[in-house]
């Protein structure tokens, strides 16, 4: 195990989250929220004392960088960052437990958007900024904004681990040879989508200030909202704007590489993407049949409908309705896409549409071997044959998201809380969705759960936006033997 290669690697993560919260800075400044002004700067300072000090002892470091060395750093770098990221909050006063401002901003990186905050529009809008773009740098990743921004002079090999570990989906592909290029590329695309969201904002009359935060959530798919009822008091264009990059950002995001590069029948052939639209158009179209009746009009039942599924299968997690209200069937669809979410390789959460896909496509498989023992059968994607290990790999992370699902959803209900309220909050964290039904619906919060409940919700959104795999490495034994 190279320690040395993963402090300095962590102490730069460090010198990046401190850069990232200068703006945040600035913000309260030019607002005088001399308690955010305070609160940033001691963060800043101790931020910046820690990774010189990890940078020095850190300094001859070796080159061996392997797997294990990979998805270590990946998980230490996203607690640190929490850990590190949550003290503004504390020190300015607005949330004086710091498990409280843990969960916040943990929820914020992984692009969650579960809250315990209740009164939104009572934060600084340092905190307000803060808080917000922990989605947009966590929607893409902050290891691949080193990746992309930052020479690392440690080789394809140290870069290829750290995006197999931290990139969502089953694979990691690579847009062009080199992937230090390709995780350039991906920002780019970010950023671009990213500030013409913004400008679409902005020319529906929205805050500046509310439309970057607005922008920020909805690009990372995470959901913190700038008004105690997120985008419902906004007007109707907003909420569609919001409705369609919500959906544009659940795409894999080599689909827009690939229609830059004018290959647009090489899109429309991605089984995945297919199968994303197929599911929200027939998702959309049932709700707006069992919910037609609580609403006045038909272009206000396909608003809603249309921005709750664009919302909860992408995970984002913004709302403009209280949907708990809506009728079990409705709340039923909810809850399925909450578990499929949006494609692989977007800022989306979830088991990922080609998870789904692949894994349907083994059933099939297994019941016709069943069938013909003796034939070799092969499970093909977009017309190219799988691997088998990429086939054992998501039948492993299945099972595994099916073990934590479980196990969390028990933990939780330690607490009291009805079924329904204890199987969505595990849902809706692990998933990193945000609002769930019953106690947690979109006009509640998650604040009356224990601290046993909101740190075990902490791992599982952790695990959720990292794909459990880097989770479990660094809490195995096996990674810190010398075998």
């Not at 998650?446 to 952790?462: E, G, H, I, W």
């Amino acid at each position: 195990m190279n320690i040395k290669m993963m402090g300095r690697f962590i102490a730069q993560i460090i010198a990046i989250e401190a850069a990232f919260m200068i703006p945040a800075l600035f913000i309260s400044l030019g607002y005088g929220e001399w308690p955010g002004v305070k609160a940033f700067g001691i963060t800043i300072g101790i931020m910046i004392l820690l990774a010189a000090g990890m940078f020095l002892l850190c300094r001859k470091a070796g080159r061996l960088f392997g797997a294990r060395e990979g998805f270590v750093c990946v998980a230490l770098s996203w607690i640190v960052m929490s850990l590190l990221g949550a003290l503004p909050l504390v020190l300015c006063g607005q949330v004086p437990r710091y498990i409280d401002a843990l969960f916040e901003i943990v929820s914020g990186f992984t692009t969650t958007g579960a809250s315990v905050i209740a009164d939104v529009e009572g934060l600084y809008r340092g905190i307000l900024y803060w808080r917000s773009f922990t989605h947009w740098v966590g929607g893409m990743g902050v290891l691949v904004f080193l990746l992309a921004v930052l020479p690392t002079g440690n080789g394809a090999g140290f870069t290829m681990h750290l995006l197999r570990a931290e990139s969502p989906g089953p694979d990691v592909g690579k847009l062009v040879p080199k992937m230090r290029q390709t995780a350039l590329i991906l920002y780019c695309i970010y950023i671009v989508l990213t500030i013409i969201n913004f400008i679409f904002l902005l020319s529906g009359k929205m805050h500046w200030l509310h439309a970057l935060c607005t922008a920020f959530g909805t690009a990372g798919t995470g959901g913190f909202g700038t008004l105690n009822t997120s985008l419902a008091e906004v007007s109707p264009y907003i909420q569609n704007v919001t409705t369609v990059f919500m959906f544009l950002f659940g795409i894999n995001f080599s689909c827009f590489y690939l229609l830059l590069l004018g290959k647009l029948r090489s899109i429309l052939k991605d089984e995945e993407l297919r199968l994303y639209v197929c599911l929200a158009i027939a998702c959309v179209v049932s709700l707006v049949l069992a919910i037609r009746p609580l609403y006045g009009t038909l272009e206000e039942t396909i608003r809603h409908a249309a921005f709750q599924v664009s919302s909860i299968m992408t995970t984002t997690g913004f709302s403009t309705t209280d949907f708990d209200l809506w009728p079990s069937f409705a709340k039923g669809i909810l809850l399925l896409l909450m578990v499929v979410g949006a494609c692989a390789g977007s800022t989306g959460g979830g088991l990922k549409c080609i998870r789904v896909l692949l894994l349907f496509k083994v059933l099939g498989r297994n019941i016709r071997q069943i069938l013909n023992p003796r034939n070799v059968l092969v499970v093909r994607s977009n017309g190219k044959v799988v691997d088998e290990k990429v086939l054992s790999n998501t039948n492993a992370y299945f099972a595994a998201y099916m073990i934590i699902l479980v196990l969390g959803t028990l933990i939780l209900s330690l607490d009291g809380f009805s079924v329904e309220t204890n199987l969505s909050a595990a849902l809706a964290t692990f998933n990193n969705i945000g609002p769930g039904l019953g106690a947690v619906g979109p006009t509640c919060n998650f604040a009356a759960y224990s601290d046993l409940s909101k740190v075990t919700m902490c791992l599982m959104m952790l695990a959720g936006r990292l794909e459990i795999f880097p989770l479990l490495v660094l809490f195995s034994r096996s990674t810190w033997t010398r075998k």
